[in-house]
DNA sequence: ACAAAGATGAACT
DNA sequence: GTTCATCTTTGTG
């Protein structure tokens, strides 16, 4: 299973946060399965890069394949990779994972033992990985990086995005149907 | 210069 | 369900 190329990534957000449920996240050989993704594009009130280019967006608006790390709420790390064409403001933020590597690592850095809990949220996954603004910028498909394309999922679900006030309507939250690693559970989908 | 909000998580009632 | 830690970025005066 090859590397992810950036040309993956050079399309919708919304497209690449479907695509990427599956694919397996490591840094510097510590991850696991992408098992949650939010799209944002610049079109979007909710999104980093509505009003343009700012100092901490700038990732955003470079290349796609790239990592965009921003400060939350002073205190964790979030986690993107920037989509679309370039310099067109768009990315996915990486919501939670399904350990599998690294599970020795993960535990020590998040001081907690249960798989459940080490990468259930953007915070959680990026302290898990180490993942910090040290990554900002940096290509996915060189070291520390490793994202490799896995089986698809049999189904995946879709609902609202987590912790926002504008487009809080859109729902550009996906997971994959099932999981037990999401930061929280979806919506049920009326039929 | 200042204030407010924020793509969160943990602890607590 | 609520509170709060903690601080950068951004908008406003």
Redesign the pocket.
């Known amino acids: 299973m090859g590397q992810l190329s950036p040309e993956f990534f050079r399309r919708d957000a919304v497209d690449v946060a479907r695509d990427l449920l599956g694919t397996r996240l490591l840094v510097d050989g510590v991850g696991g399965v992408i098992v949650e993704t939010?799209a944002?594009d610049h079109e979007d009130p909710?999104?980093?890069?509505?009003?343009?280019p700012?100092?901490?967006?700038a990732a955003?608006f470079g290349p796609p394949g790239r990592a965009?790390v921003?400060?939350?709420?002073?205190?964790?790390w979030?986690f993107?990779i920037v989509c679309g064409a370039d310099q067109t403001g768009s990315?996915?933020?990486i919501?939670?994972l399904e350990p599998l590597a690294g599970l020795a690592a993960m535990q020590e850095r998040?001081r907690?033992e249960d798989p459940r809990?080490l990468c259930?949220?953007?915070?959680?996954?990026?302290?898990a990985l180490a993942i910090t603004?040290d990554h900002d910028g940096l290509p996915l498909d060189a070291p520390p990086f490793r994202l490799e394309r896995g089986p698809t999922p049999e189904a995946i679900v879709a609902g609202p995005?987590?912790?926002?006030?504008?487009a809080a309507d859109i729902p550009w939250r996906f997971g994959i149907a099932g999981s037990r690693f999401v930061?929280r559970r979806f919506p049920a989908t009326p039929k």
Request: with cysteine; net charge positive.
């Open positions: 939010e944002y909710a999104s980093h890069s509505f009003r343009g700012t100092a901490r967006n955003m965009y921003y400060r939350s709420y002073g205190i964790h979030c993107n990315a996915v933020l919501r939670a998040r907690m809990l259930a949220g953007p915070g959680r996954l990026t302290q603004a995005r987590i912790g926002i006030t504008q930061s």
